[in-house]
């Protein structure tokens, strides 16, 4: 049996492959550098290009750009109209910012277990949290698989609750036919370098209903009414600010990197559903190697490849298993630690620890391996031996 490189042994790999990475060529360089010698580095004619390509990429009637997914969610709490004693649903395997964008509002997040095969939301956990006071549910699309939108569509439609998806994994997936990004009343999406494309940091959030729209491009610019360019265009100096909103402004730079980042999504998101097939393969035949399940109703955008560890099959920690790989130069990772168990939201809302078991238990188990669309195929065979090597040193 070979020996480990953290036991001293010759790592897979001498320089760390990470988790995630993104892909900027020529192009989308020129299409900043264009930007640059424009007179309009920001609220100029890119970002409602950019809008435009992305919800048509989508299929939804309206996007709005905004500087991060943060930003995309709490413009779509806000035009939800979530405030103070309101509820909203969520699930707790995510990031933070899924949760924090209703407490930005003022409201309450209530945390629904995720179903334990594909640990996305769990419908029957969201029908069994509301409440007269809830205002929305939140879907989060966790690793880039759409999660059951027909099942959670009936839930909210029954009790007039507004449907949120946060996309920010799953730009490129679909479900049942149906692109992400037009199977909920809103859908926020984030541009962060790891995510499907990147504008360094941003966000969008799409909808068919050009008057929330409307209000959230007013919400993303202080609260007023008419933007910069509108202002120039019209010769007028006049402007109201009718509601607290904040600079959540995407630049031209970045909306120009967008666009120019939108054109290769589909083949970017092509590549990551066939490194995961590639991974799918080879663990089939490590049982202590679980991947997520995949519905066979969606197709999954890939932002993460995740295994489980089945920790009775092994002799150590996921800890243990974790670092073994960092040393065989594998970037893996962890998403997430369910959101309920942080400190803040243990404080703040008495949540904790037996809250979601579903979640709970899968966090002691999750590994995120590397994926990304400029991986070569060399790099996913490195994954690959160094889980292999790993797993064989410490299973039972
Ligand atoms: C599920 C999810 N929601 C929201 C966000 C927040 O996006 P951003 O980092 O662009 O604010 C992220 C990004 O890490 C995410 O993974």
């Known amino acids: 049996m070979e020996k480990l490189a953290i036991d001293g042994g010759k790592p897979v790999r001498k320089n760390l492959l990470p988790y995630g990475h993104q892909w900027v060529d020529e192009a989308d360089i020129q299409a900043v550098v264009e930007v640059l010698r424009s007179d309009w580095l920001t609220t100029g004619p890119k970002?409602?290009?950019?809008?435009?390509?992305?919800?048509?990429?989508?299929g939804a009637?309206?996007?709005?750009?905004?500087?991060?997914?943060t930003a995309a969610l709490h413009t779509a709490m806000y035009v939800v109209g979530v405030g103070p004693g309101d509820e909203v649903i969520v699930p707790p395997m995510t990031f933070a910012s899924s949760a924090n964008c209703i407490v930005f509002q003022g409201g309450t997040p209530v945390f629904a277990d995720v179903d334990p095969g594909t640990l996305l939301i769990d419908p029957a956990q969201v029908e069994a949290k509301i409440t007269p006071r809830t205002k929305a549910i939140i879907a989060v699309d966790y690793t880039g698989q759409?999660?059951?939108?027909?099942?959670?569509?009936t839930i909210a439609d029954r009790h007039k609750l507004l449907l949120v998806a946060d996309a920010s994994h799953a730009l490129g997936g679909s479900y049942k036919g149906r692109p992400v990004g037009a199977l909920a009343d809103l859908s926020a999406f984030s541009f962060h370098p790891v995510k499907p494309i990147t504008t360094g940091e941003g966000g969008m959030i799409t909808t068919d209903d050009p008057g929330l729209a409307q209000r959230m491009r007013v919400f993303r610019n202080h609260g007023i009414t008419t933007d910069h360019r509108q202002r120039?265009?019209?010769?007028?100096?006049?402007?109201?600010?009718?509601d607290l909103g904040y600079n959540y402004r995407l630049t031209d730079l970045q909306c120009a990197l967008g666009i120019s980042q939108l054109h290769k999504l589909s083949e970017w998101v092509k590549?990551?559903?066939e490194i995961a097939q590639r991974y799918d393969e080879a663990f089939a035949g490590i049982p202590a190697v679980e991947p997520l399940e995949m519905r066979n109703d969606v197709s999954h955008a890939y932002h993460l490849y995740m295994i489980r560890l089945d920790l009775a099959q092994l002799r150590v920690t996921r800890a243990k298993v974790f670092s073994a790989l960092r040393a065989e130069g594998i970037g893996v990772n962890v998403h997430y630690i369910p959101v309920h168990l942080h400190l803040f939201y243990r404080e703040r809302f008495g949540t904790?620890?037996?809250?979601c078991p579903v979640a709970e238990t899968?966090?002691?188990r999750l590994i995120t391996l590397p994926l990304f669309a400029v991986m070569r195929d060399q790099d996913v065979e490195d994954v690959i031996e160094a889980v292999r090597k790993v797993i064989e040193v410490y299973q039972l």
């Open 271 to 273: 590549r990551r559903q």
């Open 362 to 364: 899968a966090y002691e």
């Open 232 to 242: 120039e265009q019209q010769g007028s100096w006049f402007y109201e600010m009718v």
């Open 352 to 355: 904790g620890p037996g809250l």
């Open 146 to 153: 759409p999660c059951d939108y027909d099942a959670l569509r």
């Open 61 to 69: 009637k309206e996007a709005v750009a905004v500087n991060n997914g």
């Open 47 to 58: 970002v409602a290009e950019f809008e435009r390509a992305f919800a048509d990429f989508v």
